[in-house]
């Protein structure tokens, strides 16, 4: 994308030029709304925060959910944000406009001291700007670059996106997002309960977090030609301690896959393990955005949009093919259990391989 301006990418695609239009002209078209809403003017409530960011250096959790479910209303603080090195957390920069996006460029280019966070901030913001330069960049690294903890292709996965070989945006998750809820019907789940397959390192039986069919169109970015019913399982023991690959089909079968490695470490035997208590999930509302999830609580467990990460970003690549597999929900632990618990589980499949694995962070 970043040769062309996006009327120009969604013009080829619309020709059948770009593979894989549909995904990316859908995810475009998620930003583009983003960027596009207006606000007439921010309240005192919202200056309010901001400059108490901008004072302590912390960001109040009033303003961390507002940007994740109104980034319009934050947005025209991005630059005040940016001076006052306020980079955390990184969802203060949804829906950022193209002259934010200028400006991250030329801090970072005058040789801003934390080249980094500036490239997690141009990464959720995915504009023109900011993918063209993480694209130069990273085919002609400069020299701050050596001072990264990650090649700069890499500070994609921030913002949920990557690069294909040709420089174009491939997007990572889904602009659509839906609540998981207690199923009440007992009709309707589709995450919850026991598989007849068994991990084999702890014998406990492999455990359902996501049973969803994308054919339907629900996320309709998610357009993978293989992509028909996604079958997400893990061991909730090992799990805990390592990325444990499923495989399934589009029967609905799901069983452990040959790929997986034993870590060293697979925690304790005592007190034993149990298997989850609380009641199955079902799909239900629509997120106000894409990034409204919530992994630190319970009713924040999300089916599409975007992660909300405890820890660091972290994509795992299929096993066979080597390709980034693509987000499609997450499971909190306070959803699992019926107590709380902490902890969340980050889903992704590939359809091609028909290899599933749920990543856990802490």
């Known amino acids: 994308m970043s040769a062309f301006g996006i009327d120009a990418w969604l013009s080829l695609g619309a020709c059948g030029v770009v593979d894989g239009y549909g995904a990316v002209a859908a995810w475009i078209a998620g930003r583009l709304q983003l960027m ?7 309240s005192a409530d919202v200056v309010g925060l901001v400059e108490a960011a901008c004072a302590g250096g912390d960001v109040s959790g009033e303003l961390a959910q507002l940007a994740r ?15 006052a090195d306020v980079w955390w957390p990184v969802d203060l920069y949804r829906g950022m406009d193209e002259v934010t996006a200028e400006y991250l ?24 700007t900011a993918v063209e330069a993480m694209w130069r960049w990273d085919r002609q690294p400069p020299a701050w670059a ?45 995450s919850g309960g026991v598989l007849v397959s068994w991990c084999r390192w702890c014998d406990l039986p492999l455990w359902r977090l996501l049973d969803v069919d994308l054919s339907t169109g629900t996320l309709p970015d998610i357009t993978a030609p293989e992509a028909d019913r996604v ?17 399934y089909d589009t029967a609905g079968s799901c069983r452990w896959a040959e790929d997986n490695q034993r870590p060293d470490f697979l925690g304790h035997e005592d007190p034993p393990w149990q298997l989850p208590t609380a009641p199955p999930l079902c799909i239900g509302p629509p997120r106000p955005t894409p990034f409204a999830a919530d992994a630190s ?18 994509y795992p690549s299929c096993p066979r093919c080597h390709q980034t597999m693509l987000y499609v929900g997450m499971i909190t632990g306070d959803d699992l259990w019926s107590v709380s618990s902490g ?16 990543v856990y962070q802490n």
Request: charged fraction near 20%; hydrophobic fraction near 40%.
């Open 36 to 42: 596009d809403a207006r606000v007439d003017s921010p």
């Open 69 to 83: 479910c109104r980034p319009d209303l934050v947005r025209p603080f991005h630059r005040r944000l940016v001076d």
């Open 105 to 128: 460029v030329q801090r970072i280019e005058a040789g801003a001291q934390r080249p980094d966070k500036l490239l997690e901030l141009l990464a959720v913001g995915a504009t023109d």
């Open 146 to 190: 050596s001072r990264l903890h990650w090649p700069v292709h890499r500070y994609a996965h921030v913002g949920g996106w990557e690069f294909d070989s040709a420089g174009a945006v491939r997007p990572l998750t889904s602009t659509v997002a839906f609540a998981l809820v207690p199923d009440e019907s007992g009709t309707a789940a589709v």
């Open 231 to 247: 079958v997400v399982a893990s061991c909730i023991r090992c799990g805990c301690f390592a990325n444990v690959f499923t495989e």
């Open 297 to 314: 609580r319970a009713d924040g467990s999300t089916f599409g949009g975007s992660p909300d990460w405890l820890g660091d970003p972290w």
């Open 343 to 358: 902890g969340c589980r980050y889903l992704f499949f590939d359809a091609q391989c028909g290899l599933a694995v749920a």
